[in-house]
């Protein structure tokens, strides 16, 4: 069974505790609902898995979507942790960014972009080790749209849930700015280097 893991986040520029409160609570349920569909599945699969395959599949099917909200939001509220820091450009994040985009600015411009792009999401920012480069990506669902296997650099909630408080329902673009003035790229800069 998986523990919901506490983050310790400071108060933050344009996103209220009260939204954070909120979106740490469905965090929690995601973890929830992923313990309680393996444990389902399981005592169905006991009971008498061909009588009850159906229902199997679709606990089995479903709990990647509970999964995938898990572990992105483990990626999502450590960025704010420590509070804002700037992309240190001697980082090796730094330098990789400004390898491939010329400007690391460039890298967070495409980022705001795809996250900007219409509908609920991610925007996520991979590493492809094989290839050596980043990748910029929009999955819609947590569990559909990824890279797969790729590991997750930056991880950028664009569902309602994580604005809405704030912003209303037409606040995505400004939820995006409070969300990148708040960002710890420090962060991000130790997933990267854990990856060299």
């Avoid at 005592?43 to 709990?63: C, F, P, S, T, Y």
């Avoid at 400004?98 to 600015?105: I, K, T």
């Avoid at 912003?167 to 420090?186: E, R, T």
Wanted: net charge negative.
């Amino acid at each position: 069974m998986y523990e919901a893991k506490t983050f310790s986040i400071p108060e933050l520029e344009g996103l209220s505790k009260e939204s954070i409160d909120q979106h740490l609570g469905l965090y929690q349920g995601y973890v929830k609902n992923f313990n309680g569909m393996t444990e389902l599945a399981g005592e169905l699969m006991k009971a008498d898995a061909q009588k009850h395959a159906l229902a199997i599949g679709e606990l089995m099917r479903r709990r990647s979507f509970e999964f995938g909200g898990m572990r992105l939001h483990e990626h999502y509220f450590p960025q704010f942790e420590g509070g804002k820091k700037a992309l240190d450009g001697g980082s090796a994040l730094g330098k990789a960014l400004a390898a491939q985009y010329g400007d690391p600015a460039r890298a967070e411009k495409e980022m705001r972009m795809v996250a900007n792009l219409r509908g609920p999401g991610w925007g996520i920012l991979y590493w492809d080790p094989a290839a050596k480069q980043f990748l910029v990506g929009f999955t819609e669902e947590q569990h559909q749209g990824h890279f797969a296997t790729l590991p997750i650099i930056v991880a950028l909630d664009v569902w309602e849930h994580a604005y809405v408080l704030d912003y209303g329902a037409l606040g995505k673009g400004s939820y995006v700015d409070a969300f990148f003035a708040n960002l710890n790229w420090g962060v991000a800069e130790e997933r990267f280097a854990a990856l060299m």
